[in-house]
């Protein structure tokens, strides 16, 4: 990581790969961010998905999101349900987006919930607009109350504020 954050990527792309032939999921996940930075998609993919295997959720994170991008909404489903398994809150936060925009406003409620529960700083907003959307005033201003509470926090692992989705 020291390597990647000096830009010295040829180094910092061997030491990952090390690390990803040795099995260790980190490693993976960090090769597949830099092979994301260098446009290498299928390269990026394939060490997610190693990460991922290895139950990592940054890499089920991230994997999701590469196929978000590519509108493979099943795989990013699937991608960001075995992310919030392993609890991460912008899997959570991503799968509660996936499920509103596909009108199953009960699920994506529990996930943002459990978004906001982990500490990311957009579910409670998020929870705010869906409880209203469903008629749930006393919900949503507690849910507001929440998003005022929340400090704005800035997600400090390697990749991911590059990778978040858009909020379509």
């Given at each position: 990581?020291?390597?990647?954050?000096?830009?010295?990527?040829?180094?910092?792309e061997?030491?990952?790969?090390r690390?990803?032939?040795?099995?260790?999921?980190?490693?993976?996940?960090?090769?597949?961010?830099?092979?994301?930075?260098?446009?290498?998609?299928?390269?990026?993919?394939?060490?997610?998905?190693?990460?991922?295997?290895?139950?990592?959720?940054?890499?089920?994170?991230?994997?999701?999101?590469?196929?978000?991008?590519?509108?493979d909404?099943?795989?990013?489903?699937?991608?960001?349900?075995?992310?919030d398994?392993?609890?991460?809150?912008?899997?959570?936060?991503?799968?509660?987006?996936l499920?509103?925009?596909?009108?199953?406003?009960?699920?994506?409620?529990?996930?943002?919930?459990?978004?906001?529960?982990?500490?990311?700083?957009?579910?409670?907003?998020?929870?705010?607009?869906?409880?209203?959307e469903?008629?749930?005033?006393?919900?949503?201003?507690?849910?507001?109350?929440?998003?005022?509470?929340?400090?704005?926090?800035?997600?400090?692992?390697?990749?991911?504020?590059?990778?978040?989705?858009?909020?379509?």
């Amino acid at each position: 990581m020291l390597l990647h954050e000096r830009r010295d990527l040829n180094g910092a792309e061997a030491a990952y790969r090390r690390a990803d032939e040795r099995g260790d999921p980190g490693g993976a996940c960090n090769l597949g961010v830099l092979l994301h930075e260098r446009g290498d998609l299928k390269g990026a993919e394939a060490a997610w998905r190693h990460a991922d295997e290895r139950a990592d959720a940054g890499g089920a994170y991230n994997l999701g999101v590469l196929l978000h991008e590519r509108r493979d909404l099943e795989g990013a489903e699937a991608a960001w349900r075995r992310a919030d398994e392993r609890a991460d809150a912008g899997g959570a936060y991503n799968l509660a987006m996936l499920l509103a925009q596909r009108g199953d406003l009960e699920a994506a409620e529990a996930a943002y919930r459990r978004a906001d529960e982990r500490g990311h700083p957009g579910s409670a907003s998020k929870l705010e607009v869906l409880l209203k959307e469903r008629g749930d005033l006393e919900g949503a201003k507690a849910a507001w109350r929440l998003a005022a509470d929340t400090p704005d926090q800035q997600v400090t692992t390697l990749g991911r504020d590059a990778l978040s989705p858009t909020d379509d």
